[in-house]
């Protein structure tokens, strides 16, 4: 009996040294992160940074030669058209009063007045656009109440109607400008000789804002002897702001004027929104952070909230855009963490019984975070995100806890 019960006991621990061994060495599911494809709204953005300007800026320059008077005003400081004096001008003998100076006031008179009659022009002929914009945009409003005009035409009379606007904005400013210019060149003229009594009556030549506004810039502070065209200050209305961005020149052929803008980081506690006015002609090289020469392009957007929405934005200030692109509503979509190059084909890890199974897919649109699914995959399939080395098909998954 006992070669008998030996053996038994020998079978038995050799047969719980195989079991230990054999859970030892059995293969543990690899712990993954998952997530599930869904359907839903997607945005394909070009992202960069931007400043904001003032639309129209304006430099007061000197019109003739004198003595400038100190300039008081500060950065910052508000001024009203035709009445805050920004700078004074003492006249210096002979050069206020030679012939030489006479014959070029004159010939600044004639060209600020031709300046004057080509911004009526222009003033003219940008209200007959305003006025035709507004009038197909109340035809279309007409034709929207009888569901015969698509929401596209719809969007695109809207915006014909607002830039239209803008143009017949800026050209009465121009014509505004104008008109100071060519009574700051008459009165230029007048103390440069043209009339010797009105001559002897003023000592000195008074520059007033030509426009309501505020300092941006004290271009030429103390007091000196200066010459025509000397640039003084530049004033601007700084509530009347516009968005330059530099975008990559790659990037720049999928924007159209109109698409819609995103702002973030500005300062604010909300997105401001703006649409893009023009991407302009020509681009730019412009070195890297990387030293990397790239090709640049400047797209323009025109800010659509109030003032008040964007309280404290002033001009200069830096902000991120995100210039929408394309965007639907109602997507199948993955996080783009999930899809990897695979045999020169995307593909992803979906979760079949426990196991990876390697799937190929078909891609759409793509944003930074998120991918658009063609052909692959269905709503409601589980997925592996940031598949590692482990992660074979066939291999067995546990989700990560």
Same mark, same amino acid.
């Given at each position: 009996?006992?070669?008998?019960?030996?053996?038994?006991?020998?079978?038995?621990i050799?047969a719980?040294?195989?079991?230990?061994?054999?859970?030892?060495?059995?293969?543990?599911p690899v712990?993954?992160?998952?997530?599930?494809?869904?359907?839903?709204?997607?945005?394909?953005t070009?992202?960069?940074?931007?400043?904001t300007?003032?639309?129209?800026?304006?430099?007061v320059?000197?019109?003739?030669t004198?003595r400038?008077?100190?300039?008081s005003?500060?950065?910052?400081?508000s001024?009203?058209?035709?009445?805050?004096?920004?700078?004074?001008?003492?006249?210096?003998?002979?050069?206020?009063?030679?012939?030489?100076?006479?014959a070029?006031?004159?010939a600044?008179?004639?060209?600020?007045?031709?300046?004057?009659?080509?911004?009526d022009?222009?003033?003219?002929?940008?209200?007959?656009s305003?006025?035709?914009?507004?009038?197909e945009?109340?035809?279309?409003h007409?034709?929207?109440?009888?569901?015969a005009?698509?929401?596209?035409?719809?969007?695109?009379?809207?915006?014909?109607?607002?830039a239209?606007?803008?143009?017949?904005?800026?050209?009465?400013?121009?014509?505004?400008?104008?008109?100071?210019?060519?009574?700051?060149?008459?009165?230029?003229?007048?103390?440069s000789?043209?009339?010797?009594?009105?001559?002897?009556?003023?000592?000195?030549?008074?520059?007033?804002?030509?426009?309501?506004?505020?300092?941006?810039?004290v271009?030429?502070?103390?007091?000196?002897?200066?010459?025509?065209?000397?640039?003084?200050?530049?004033?601007?209305?700084?509530?009347?702001?516009?968005?330059?961005?530099?975008v990559?020149?790659?990037?720049?052929?999928?924007?159209?004027?109109?698409?819609?803008?995103?702002?973030?980081?500005?300062?604010?506690?909300?997105?401001?929104?703006?649409?893009?006015?023009?991407?302009?002609?020509?681009?730019?090289?412009?070195v890297?952070?990387?030293? /990397? $020469?790239?090709?640049? #392009? %400047?797209?323009?957007?025109? @800010?659509?909230?109030t003032?008040?929405? =964007?309280? !404290?934005?002033?001009?200069?200030?830096?902000?991120?855009?995100?210039?929408?692109?394309?965007?639907s509503?109602?997507?199948?979509?993955?996080?783009?963490?999930?899809?990897?190059?695979?045999?020169?084909?995307?593909?992803?890890?979906s979760?079949?019984?426990?196991?990876?199974?390697?799937?190929?897919?078909?891609?759409?649109?793509?944003?930074?975070?998120?991918?658009?699914? /063609? $052909?692959?995959?269905? #709503? %409601?399939?589980?997925?592996? @995100?940031?598949?590692?080395?482990?992660? =074979?098909? !066939?291999?067995?998954?546990?989700?990560?806890?």
């Amino acid at each position: 009996m006992r070669p008998v019960l030996k053996r038994i006991l020998l079978v038995g621990i050799l047969a719980a040294v195989a079991a230990v061994i054999a859970l030892a060495f059995k293969t543990r599911p690899v712990l993954v992160d998952m997530t599930g494809v869904a359907r839903g709204p997607l945005q394909v953005t070009v992202d960069e940074d931007g400043r904001t300007r003032i639309r129209e800026p304006y430099v007061v320059s000197a019109p003739l030669t004198g003595r400038l008077q100190r300039i008081s005003l500060d950065p910052g400081d508000s001024v009203v058209r035709d009445e805050t004096v920004v700078a004074t001008i003492e006249p210096v003998d002979p050069s206020l009063l030679d012939e030489r100076t006479v014959a070029e006031s004159r010939a600044r008179v004639s060209a600020a007045e031709a300046a004057v009659k080509r911004a009526d022009s222009l003033v003219e002929r940008s209200k007959v656009s305003l006025d035709r914009a507004e009038s197909e945009l109340g035809r279309n409003h007409r034709l929207a109440e009888a569901n015969a005009v698509s929401s596209d035409e719809m969007e695109s009379a809207e915006l014909t109607f607002q830039a239209a606007g803008k143009d017949y904005q800026a050209a009465v400013f121009s014509r505004e400008i104008a008109e100071f210019e060519r009574e700051l060149a008459r009165a230029a003229s007048v103390r440069s000789g043209q009339d010797s009594d009105a001559a002897a009556a003023a000592e000195y030549l008074v520059i007033r804002a030509p426009i309501s506004g505020e300092v941006l810039r004290v271009l030429e502070e103390n007091s000196r002897v200066i010459s025509p065209g000397t640039p003084l200050l530049e004033l601007g209305d700084s509530t009347d702001l516009e968005l330059e961005i530099d975008v990559l020149s790659t990037d720049a052929v999928r924007i159209r004027q109109g698409q819609k803008v995103q702002i973030d980081h500005w300062g604010g506690d909300h997105t401001l929104n703006g649409t893009v006015r023009l991407i302009e002609p020509s681009a730019f090289t412009k070195v890297s952070a990387l030293g /990397v $020469e790239e090709q640049r #392009v %400047n797209v323009i957007v025109d @800010l659509t909230d109030t003032a008040e929405q =964007r309280s !404290g934005l002033k001009d200069a200030f830096r902000v991120e855009a995100h210039i929408v692109t394309w965007s639907s509503d109602d997507v199948l979509k993955i996080p783009s963490s999930a899809l990897f190059r695979n045999s020169d084909r995307w593909s992803v890890f979906s979760i079949r019984n426990g196991k990876a199974e390697l799937v190929h897919v078909t891609p759409g649109h793509r944003n930074s975070l998120e991918v658009e699914i /063609v $052909e692959g995959l269905g #709503v %409601n399939d589980e997925i592996i @995100l940031y598949p590692g080395d482990r992660v =074979r098909h !066939g291999t067995m998954v546990e989700r990560r806890q």
